[in-house]
C-alpha cells in the first residue's frame, strides 16, 4: 500500500489537461473551464455614477449642514444630465451619470424637500457616493483568468464587460462500468442475495456535476473475459474508465487482471479507509480508475481522488480541496495503520463552539452515512483524537461544487 498523498500526487503528476477547446455562449458556459483568460471590453462602470438615490451637487456649495439648493433637473440611471451651475443641484437616481459640475451625491434620507429646493442635512466633502469610471474594472484588464471553472458570477462578470462567448476546453468523455452478478437497477424486486446498484447512480451524478459526457454506462457481469472487453471497449470511447467493484483479490473480482491485459496498472492499493483498493491505469489512450465495490468507499475515492485529477484535465487551475481546521466533538482511541475519511457533520456546541460530530457507524457499507453527512474528518495514520482536539475537515459542499 502507498500513503494517501503520494497516491494523489502520482495521479496529478499523470494528469496532462486536454487541448481541444471550443468558443461557447455565455448562457452556455456554466461548469466549462477557461482555455484563455477573459479581457474586459469597457471600462466599469463607464462613467462616475451615483451610488446613491440623493441630490447631485457641487461640494463647495454645501460649506455646512442646512445649505439650500434649487433642484433644476432630474437624472434617471440611464439618462445623462446637464452642468449643475453654483446653487443647484440635480436630483439623481442610483446607477445614472454624476453630471458636469457635481462632484458630490448625497443620499436623500439626508435631505428635506421643499417644494423646487433642497435641504442638505449632512457635511459633504467631494467624491461622496460617487462611483468613478474603472471602479469595478479597466478596459483591457483580465477580467476571469484561464482555468477558471465557470459559474453563475463569471457568467455576469463575462456579460459585465461586454463577452458574449468564452473560449472553453471541451468536455471529457466518461465511461461508467459497474461490475457485479449481484446488483440490479432500483425499481425491481429483490431476489436472495441481489442488491440495488447504487453506484450507478452516484457516479453518474458526480460526474455531470463535473460537465462530463457520459459515453459508456453499462453493467459487466462478473466475467473475465466479459470485464476485459468491456474496458477495451469503454476505452474507444472514453477518454475516462471509471468502474466500481471487482476491484479487489477475490475469486470474482476481475478488474485488476483486465486492466492489466489490455493496457497497465500503475497504482492499486492505497493506505486509506474506506477505500483500500482503488486501480489506477491506462487502457490505449483513455485513463482508468478502478474503484472499488462499497456505496461508501466509491463516494470518498471519488471525491479525494477522481475528481482532482477530472478536475487538472479539464484544465482547471484549482483542483486540490482545502481542509479546514475544526474542533473535534469526538473521541477517536484506537490508531490505525491507514488513514480514516470519517463521515461528519458541523454543529455547534451548547458554548457555542463550532465542532464536528461523526456519524455512529463508519462501516464503508453504511451508505446513509455520506447522506447525514456534510463532509470527512481527516484521522491521520497512527493518531489518536480526543474531543477538543483540532481536526481537519472537508466539506462536501466544496468536494461536490459543480463550478
Not at 36 to 59: K, Q, W
Not at 274 to 283: E, Q, R
Request: charged share 25%.
Amino acid at each position: 500500500m502507498i500513503d494517501a498523498d503520494t497516491a494523489l500526487q502520482r495521479l496529478l503528476d499523470a494528469a496532462q489537461p486536454v487541448t481541444e477547446t471550443e468558443r461557447v455562449s455565455i448562457l452556455d458556459a456554466l461548469g466549462r473551464t477557461l482555455a484563455e483568460d477573459v479581457m474586459s471590453t469597457i471600462d466599469v462602470p463607464g462613467h462616475d455614477n451615483s451610488a446613491m438615490d440623493g441630490y447631485a451637487v457641487r461640494s463647495e456649495d454645501v460649506a455646512e449642514p442646512g445649505a439650500r439648493l434649487t433642484v433644476t433637473q432630474r437624472i434617471a440611471a440611464g439618462s445623462t444630465g446637464e452642468t449643475v451651475l453654483p446653487g443647484t443641484a440635480a436630483r439623481i437616481f442610483t446607477g445614472a451619470p454624476i453630471p458636469p459640475g457635481a462632484d458630490a451625491v448625497v443620499m436623500q434620507e439626508s435631505c428635506e424637500a421643499d417644494g423646487d429646493s433642497v435641504i442638505i442635512r449632512q457635511q459633504v466633502t467631494p467624491g461622496l457616493n460617487i462611483r468613478p469610471q474603472g471602479n469595478d474594472m479597466h478596459k483591457g484588464e483580465t477580467a476571469i483568468a484561464a482555468g477558471t471553472r465557470i459559474g453563475p458570477a463569471q457568467m455576469s462578470l463575462a456579460a459585465g464587460v461586454g463577452v458574449d462567448e468564452v473560449p472553453v476546453r471541451r468536455r471529457l468523455r466518461a465511461a461508467i462500468l459497474y461490475t457485479g452478478d449481484e446488483i440490479i437497477e432500483p425499481g425491481r424486486p429483490l431476489d436472495e442475495g441481489q442488491i440495488y446498484n447504487s453506484n450507478r447512480y452516484a457516479l453518474r451524478g458526480l460526474l455531470q456535476a463535473l460537465g462530463l459526457e457520459v459515453t459508456v454506462d453499462r453493467h459487466v457481469e462478473d466475467d473475465f473475459e466479459a470485464t476485459r472487453g468491456a474496458f477495451l471497449e469503454a476505452s474507444k470511447k472514453a477518454d475516462v474508465i471509471i468502474s466500481s467493484g471487482g476491484v479487489s483479490v477475490g475469486g470474482e473480482d476481475h478488474v485488476k487482471p483486465a486492466i492489466e491485459a489490455e493496457g497497465r496498472l500503475d497504482m492499486w492499493k492505497i493506505a486509506m479507509k474506506p477505500g483500500k483498493p482503488l486501480a489506477f491505469g491506462a487502457i490505449g489512450d483513455a485513463t482508468v480508475f478502478g474503484l472499488p465495490g462499497n456505496p461508501v468507499s466509491v463516494f470518498i475515492t471519488f471525491l479525494l481522488f477522481v475528481r482532482p485529477w477530472l478536475l487538472k484535465t479539464q484544465g482547471c487551475s484549482d483542483y486540490l480541496p482545502r481542509p479546514l481546521p475544526v474542533r473535534a466533538g469526538f473521541d477517536w482511541p484506537r490508531p490505525g495503520i491507514r488513514r480514516e475519511f470519517a463521515r461528519a457533520r458541523i454543529t455547534v456546541d451548547a458554548q457555542q463552539r463550532i465542532e464536528a460530530i461523526l456519524f455512529p457507524r463508519q462501516g464503508s457499507d453504511v451508505s446513509s452515512s455520506v447522506a447525514w453527512a456534510d463532509g470527512v474528518v481527516i484521522i491521520p495514520e497512527n493518531e489518536t483524537v480526543r474531543k477538543g482536539d483540532v481536526v481537519e475537515y472537508l466539506a462536501f459542499a466544496e468536494l461536490m461544487s459543480a463550478f
